[in-house]
């Protein structure tokens, strides 16, 4: 059992280039979510998706778009890359029932510069 | 919003000692969760304990316990007998529980937990 699964793990940008971070879940979850990691920070949320189809912003949503076609997926895209955007991102899963936790990746590291 | 305040950017302990890492949350809600996550230094969010507000019992899992005073907004993990292998960030992280919601978490900014041999 997977659970979920993140790639690329580390990846240099230049600025003004795009790129996409993949996402995917074995647990046939219908939560799905996406978060940034600052230094010293805790999680922000940036968007998150209910279920295939359904996808709705978090707190920090500005130069990111996702996309929700397959229950399994969630790709997270980034266009023209800024500075700003270096950090650690995470994906996160979570099953229907409200009792149920988060289950988390092992994270991206993504300079830009 | 909810916000939660981890007021502990720093603490250490001894190994074998006893560590208490302080969580505040901020929100009008009567039914939420809380959570407190483990991340060592390979980056992964271990989730270590997990406490629902309906419930008075304080959660426990082996050497880790809360202390949840839902009055006073406060949420306290608590690790007996600290081993090396303890040392990491700990956040402590609120979801409502309203149907229908994202059942985003809202993290805190984090506390550093060093061990001492």
């Known amino acids: 059992n997977a659970g979920v699964t993140q790639t690329p793990k580390f990846r240099i940008l230049k600025i003004g280039q795009s790129m996409t971070l993949q996402c995917t879940q074995d647990m046939n979850h219908n939560y799905m979510y996406w978060y940034r990691q600052d230094p010293g920070m805790g999680l922000k949320l940036i968007y998150y998706?209910?279920?295939?189809?359904?996808?709705d912003k978090g707190e920090v949503p500005n130069g990111y778009n996702v996309s929700r076609s397959t229950t399994e997926d969630f790709p997270l895209r980034l266009e023209l890359a800024a500075p700003s955007q270096t950090s650690v991102y995470f994906c996160?899963?979570?099953?229907?029932?409200?009792?149920?936790?988060?289950?988390f990746g092992d994270g991206t590291r993504l300079s830009i510069l | 919003a909810q916000t939660v305040t981890q007021s502990q950017p720093e603490m250490s302990v001894q190994e074998a000692e006893t560590v208490t890492l302080s969580c505040t949350y901020d929100?009008?809600?009567?039914?939420?969760?809380l959570f407190w996550y483990k991340q060592p230094p390979s980056r992964q969010m271990i989730l270590v304990i997990r406490q629902e507000a309906y419930k008075q019992q304080n959660a426990t899992e082996n050497r880790f316990s809360v202390n949840f005073q839902k009055a006073a907004k406060s949420f306290s993990l608590k690790i007996s007998d600290s081993q090396l292998g303890d040392a990491a960030m700990y956040f402590c992280?609120?979801?409502?529980?309203?149907?229908?919601?994202?059942?985003?978490?809202?993290f805190g900014k984090g506390t550093k937990l060093t061990v001492n041999p």
């Open positions: 992280a609120y979801r409502s529980s309203s149907q229908g919601g994202s059942e985003k978490l809202v």
């Open positions: 998706s209910v279920g295939a189809g359904i996808t």
């Open positions: 929100t009008s809600e009567s039914d939420y969760y």
């Open positions: 996160a899963s979570k099953g229907g029932y409200s009792n149920q936790p988060q289950h």
